[in-house]
């Protein structure tokens, strides 16, 4: 059974195929989740497809609650599926959030090859027990990463066809409200 997330337009959509998802997600745009929507959250670890890859003007948006005891939280955008043997060789971003050290950590991996993770941010924008709102805009040469409306930092493609970016993958210590 697939259920799916407006993103953008309506041909561009990410589908999963887990069966326990917050069924909201055919309503037009995002809003702060309500009591219903938070009793319906996205199953973590988290895998969906995004329909037709990844292209300039394209994003992706990721609302959630941070865990009371957070460790870490990830979201990547991959070339392909893999499996938990055998992850894609092209992780296009990476971002991690490390709750110990603060920092918002971003990188990529090309060809199984994880490259330099890119560390500095101007603040830390997580709270535990607190939600979140992460925007990635995606442009012809970058990312362009905004936490709760505010532009936090760009990450340039590492990876030379946006449209192979076909998977998000979350994980860790957050619970997924909305997904489009």
């Not at 996205?42 to 292209?55: A, D, K």
């Not at 979201?75 to 971003?93: F, K, N």
């Given at each position: 059974m697939y259920k799916m997330a407006v993103s953008g337009t309506g041909k561009d959509r990410i589908n999963t195929e887990d069966e326990h998802l917050n069924n909201s997600f055919g309503k037009p745009g995002l809003i702060s989740p309500d009591r219903e929507d938070i009793t319906r959250l996205?199953?973590?670890?988290?895998?969906?497809?995004?329909?037709?890859?990844?292209?300039p003007g394209k994003k992706i948006i990721v609302m959630g609650i941070v865990d009371p005891e957070p460790?870490?939280?990830?979201?990547?955008?991959?070339?392909?599926?893999?499996?938990?043997?055998?992850?894609?060789?092209?992780?296009?971003?990476?971002?991690?959030?490390?709750?110990?050290?603060?920092?918002?950590?971003?990188?990529a991996c090309v060809s199984g090859a994880w490259g330099t993770e890119e560390v500095p941010i101007p603040y830390f924008p997580f709270i535990q027990d607190q939600p979140f709102r992460i925007e990635i805009h995606c442009e012809h040469q970058?990312?362009?990463?905004?936490?709760?409306?505010?532009?936090?930092?760009?990450?340039?493609?590492?990876?030379?066809?946006?449209?192979?970016?076909?998977?998000?993958?979350?994980?860790?210590?957050?619970?997924?409200?909305?997904?489009a």
């Open positions: 996205l199953t973590v670890p988290f895998s969906g497809r995004i329909r037709g890859g990844m292209r460790e870490s939280f990830d979201i990547s955008l991959t070339c392909g599926h893999g499996t938990a043997e055998e992850p894609p060789a092209d992780v296009a971003l990476e971002l991690c959030a490390r709750f110990a050290d603060r920092q918002f950590v971003r990188k970058r990312f362009r990463i905004f936490v709760d409306g505010h532009q936090l930092f760009d990450f340039y493609h590492k990876v030379s066809s946006l449209p192979a970016i076909d998977t998000i993958r979350i994980n860790g210590s957050l619970q997924i409200t909305k997904l």
